[in-house]
């Protein structure tokens, strides 16, 4: 039984070990290279951490998830603003753009003009749209302090929201992959559900 327990001690140490590591890096890469779907990856962190005995393990997925996505979002707008500053541009700043369709953009701006800061904020819970906020607030020439004061709390919002998805999903099922699951399907649920309005609503018109 003593065996067991020094045993069980270490998987559950080593599981920390290398869950959050690889959470701040999938989160990171994710805010740089907007195609890993961080929403799921923090959801499913949540899950696994709601069924954890082990304390603090909440909060840790919340700081390393808020953290890696605030450094990925200010990384990825230091180099937008180093191509905007270019004359050929970047590549960086072209995958910008090209994740930004006119429409968002123009109402990125719109938005941005009217409401400042605060716009930051909802861009994050908004699926998509962080990209053309960002690419707004480059082509209003922000500097990296402005954008990061409202970027802080957007990704303490964002964290936050996902977190609580995915304790949801682990609330529901006794079994850790099955709330892992049901998170992954509602993240997926909610990042497709506005595209599929907007196609909806232009076909109608």
Request: with cysteine; aromatic share 6%.
């Given at each position: 039984m003593f065996a067991a327990a020094v045993t069980?001690?270490?998987t559950v140490a080593t599981q920390q070990a290398l869950g959050y590591p690889s959470l701040f890096l999938l989160v990171l890469i994710g805010a740089l290279v907007p195609v890993v779907p961080t929403g799921a990856l923090v959801s499913s962190a949540a899950v696994v951490a709601f069924h954890q005995t082990a304390p603090f393990s909440m909060a840790m997925v919340f700081l390393v998830a808020a953290l890696a996505a605030f450094l990925g979002d200010?990384?990825?707008y230091w180099l937008g603003r180093r191509g905007m500053r270019s004359k050929n541009g970047s590549r960086w700043l072209a995958a910008i753009r090209d994740r930004a369709p006119e429409d968002r953009l123009e109402q990125a701006q719109g938005k941005l003009a009217d409401h400042g800061v605060a716009v930051l904020v909802l861009s994050r819970l908004v699926p998509a749209g962080r990209i053309p906020v960002m690419l707004?607030?480059?082509?209003?020439?922000?500097?990296?302090?402005?954008?990061?004061h409202?970027?802080?709390?957007?990704?303490l919002a964002w964290a936050a929201t996902y977190q609580l998805i995915g304790v949801l999903g682990g609330s529901l099922f006794k079994e850790p992959w099955?709330?892992?699951?049901?998170?992954i399907l509602l993240t997926i649920l909610i990042s497709v559900t506005p595209g599929l309005w907007r196609k909806i609503r232009s076909t109608a018109h």
């Open positions: 069980s001690v270490p200010i990384a990825l707004a607030c480059l082509m209003a020439k922000w500097p990296v302090r402005r954008f990061a409202g970027n802080g709390p957007a990704c099955e709330g892992v699951a049901a998170a």
